[in-house]
């Protein structure tokens, strides 16, 4: 039986991957009295008078809302948000086995930007912590803009930022690897949707010398006609020397590459073409943009994927159960740069110099020191910048 009949097998036994489960016992009239009718009058009083007691009287400090409108779930596209529930029990079941985080899935049948925003913040009073999952460019950066001027708690989109912290922290490590230093490398990214340009957003505020994005239309260069919005911004602070051509054209002496696009989009060639011990994560899943063998054979020095079949898995769940512990363990008001930086370097750090080589960049995904490790960095960073409400983690 292969994986994906395991798969269908598995969630058809066991009807859902994630319960409601009560922390208290409600056996007797004492116990029934005091969770419920008549004495939970006062702490409903309670938060009336003072709302940020909500965190102290229920479980809003622990609880994350998972959230899709299903337009761009996993690599098969806009299935709808009933399809995509699978997927949202998923990332709520990794929410609390790797940070016993609480979370709840939660699935929005429309497509309207201002409806799924207008929802979320209704809903929002009910959580600590939003994760946007699964939407689709350019969509999910103006529901995420939104929100995150409209609430006070930590929104979150994971494909995007999950994926550049992670990409980050297998960069910092490569670069110890290859001998090289971010402000001299080149690197092309190839795909420009939410999480390519997410990406190169962030490894800019990592300090990487110069990015080159390329779509489908090749190399995104400022000025340029028919750019969209999203690429006009990143077209702004990406392309220092204003190449122009394909991808071929782009990794053409780069340092290091980052596909997050389709499979086979890349060949032995383009590799041979790239500055010595180059950098290769081709993320496409679940075929790279080019395998493994292929690109080490073509002289890739460091090689990652979104894979757990081959070395440098490039996985969120080192990332984002972390990076929301630690943001509400201050009750953060946002995921800022410095936090989503703090986690990179979190993540790098639990890979030891001993253990660091080019088929060990990031640390196995169930080593359990990952989640304390960015959530006590998180917690220390949105204190230092400001975003945190409680002052001491």
């Known amino acids: 039986m292969d994986i994906m009949q395991k798969a269908l097998e598995f969630h058809k036994r066991i009807n859902g991957k994630i319960e409601v489960v009560s922390r208290t016992k409600i056996n007797d009239r004492e116990s029934l009295s ?9 702490p409903c009083l309670k938060i009336k008078e003072d709302p940020n007691l909500s965190y102290e009287l229920t479980r809003r400090a622990n609880l994350v809302a998972v959230i899709t409108d299903g337009t761009a779930v996993l690599g098969l596209g806009d299935i709808g948000g009933l399809a995509g529930m699978p997927v949202m029990e998923g990332k709520c079941a990794l929410f609390k086995e790797f940070a016993d985080v609480d979370a709840f899935p939660l699935c929005i049948k429309s497509k309207d930007t201002d409806e799924i925003v207008r929802t979320i913040e209704l809903i929002s009073d009910s959580f ?11 969509r999910c950066f103006e529901i995420e803009k939104k929100l995150k001027e409209r609430l006070d708690i930590p929104v979150f989109h994971d494909d995007q930022h999950g ?5 980050g922290a297998a960069l910092i490590n490569a670069c110890k690897v290859a001998d090289k230093k971010l402000g001299d490398l080149t690197l092309v990214i190839n795909g420009a949707g939410a999480a390519g ?3 190169g957003k962030f490894l800019i505020s990592l300090g990487v010398g110069n990015i080159i994005m390329v779509d489908i239309n090749g190399i995104i260069c400022e000025g340029d006609e028919n750019l969209s919005d999203a690429h006009k911004e990143i077209s702004k602070i990406t ?7 394909s991808l071929a054209d782009a990794l053409k002496g780069a340092d290091a590459f ?3 696009s389709k499979p086979g989009l890349v060949n032995a060639d383009m590799i041979k073409s790239m500055n010595d011990k180059p950098i290769v994560f081709a993320m496409a899943n679940p075929t790279p943009e080019i395998m493994p063998d292929k690109a080490k054979q073509a002289g890739a020095f460091i090689v990652g994927t979104g894979r757990s079949d081959f070395p440098n898995q490039i996985n969120n769940v080192v990332a984002f159960p972390g990076i929301f512990k630690g943001a509400l363990a201050v009750r953060a008001k946002d995921i800022n740069e410095e936090m989503k930086l703090a986690a990179s370097f979190a993540i790098a750090s639990c ?4 253990e660091l080589c080019a088929d060990y960049i990031l640390p196995d995904s169930f080593d359990r020191k990952i989640p304390k490790a960015v959530s006590k960095a998180v917690a220390e960073a949105a204190i230092k910048s400001g975003a945190a409400k409680i002052k001491e983690v």
């Open 34 to 42: 005091v969770a419920y009718t008549p004495g939970v009058a006062e």
């Open 258 to 260: 980052v596909g997050v």
């Open 163 to 167: 994926t550049a912290i992670v990409v």
């Open 351 to 354: 890979v030891t110099d001993n």
């Open 197 to 199: 340009t997410a990406i």
């Open 239 to 245: 392309n220092k020397n204003h190449i122009k051509g």
């Open 128 to 138: 600590g912590g939003i994760n946007l999952e699964d939407i689709a460019a350019p």
